[in-house]
């Protein structure tokens, strides 16, 4: 029944996982990008929550659609002003400059917070859960996270596959010189992907920061567990994403039964695992649609 | 240039293009009259696909301008180029793998000016695309992705029309096939400028030709102006008593 218990939380943070990883499998497959700062920028979702719940005096889920807007915005002038002249300049360029961001990101937070764990706490919500039999409580927030994961990446694969815009985004993904002689300004596609993987991922920061505490270098953990997600569920599916999360969630909290040093280095286990058996993950994108 | 008073849609004044070091296309002029079919031929490396990609966009010339109807477009970038009426079915037809043959189609209708084409116009002039409109557009046979880029480049209503390199890759009856609707498209008031390697099918359908060597002209007018030595002599660069196979 442990057993049980620690796979369904598993589940549930895996839930967490995919957020995280979503917005990183979004970028890589529209851009071919890998976002060394996605984890750091999550942290600054959090923090910017941190700070303004308590001086806006408004429910804290309006805090958080202001949060997640203003990361979008953040993520659309970001990669217009910053990621894109990188993009430019070679295939390094902006896995360097993400990196440089990354740094940079840690030590505003730093200097802003100081290294001290941060949390956001909502009152009941936060703490209240759903006694399912007597081994088995599930909390809201998890509930409440995986529910947010499953929909965020429902919506985001929806728009992609049914919706002009979606079209246009996956012409550009395929071929950009291509896009831009059926009229597409390829840069601004480009903005409003990373505008939603800034929004997926500053809902994992305010999940994260509900669901444990924050601190400035939280960032790369979660970094390396959305890339570990991407790469087992499989390059370019969203929905193999949502289950490389859950793979890893489960193997975090089963890790944990283990022994409770375990649970940290489990998931990476079976990451190289699946590297090793499948290096293509579970549900790679298919040509055809 | 012209030498008549027919309306031009497109002007090139000594157009430049370099590429790195090497100059693709050098002091290049030319005139397209509007509603006709206008040829670039030219050997391999003569700068036909780079005098193209240019007009639509896709270089940035060193030098000279290109001029749609009037306005200098020179310096737009090549989405706004389709916006004023510029589409470009490039070479080796580049379609996106990963959508279905009507998604391909669709996605030339994202910057459309109003006009004639649409989908359905589309599936009348194409008869059997309607029956493979959900098929990957990588699955298609080389003349079959021709005619979806084609199609793709129509959705946007262009006032004229750039076909690279028809010809390369498909086998002839596909390219009879292809060029057996460029009437079509010229009654709808489009005017097509392609580049082609193969003389005798440029000459075929064009109401005037332009020949490039090594990125210059050496050879422009109708095609009935000139013997098919003269020709050979303007694509090879020789005197037209030379064999022409020595060249290449």
Redesign the interface.
Known sequence: MTLLNAVIQGVFLGGLLALFAAGLSLLFGVMGVLNLAHGDIAIVAGYLAVALVPALHLPALWVFLIVVGVLMVCGYLVQRLIFQPSLESGHLTPLLVTLGMSVVIENLLLEIFTANGHSISIGTFTAGSVQVNPQISLSYLSVAILGTAVLALGAIQMGLSRTKLGRIVRAVADDRDAAQLVGVNYRHIFGLAAAVAFGTVALAGLSLTMYTSISPTSGPTYLIYGFEAVVIGGLGSLWGTLAGGVVLGIAVTVGVLISSNFGALAPHLVFLAVLAIRPQGFFPRRVTT | MTGSGEQLLLEVDTLTVKHAQLTAVSEVSLGVPAGSVFAVIGANGAGKSTLLGAI???NRPSGGRIILEGQDITRL???KR??LGV??V?EGR???????VE??I???A???RPGRWNLSRIYEMFPWMPGRRR??A??LSGGEQHAVAIA??L??NPRILLIDELSLGLAPIVVRGIYASLPALLESGLTVMLVEQDVAQACSVASRIQCLLEGRTTLVGGPTEFTTAEIEAAYFGMSAAAPAGAAS
């Not at chain 2, 580049?94 to 279905?100: A, D, I």
């Open positions: 639509a966009g896709l970038s090549c989405p389709v916006e589409s470009l490039p580049r379609l996106f793998p990963s959508l279905t998604e391909n669709l996605t030339g994202y910057r459309a098929q990957s990588a699955q793709r480049a959705m946007a």
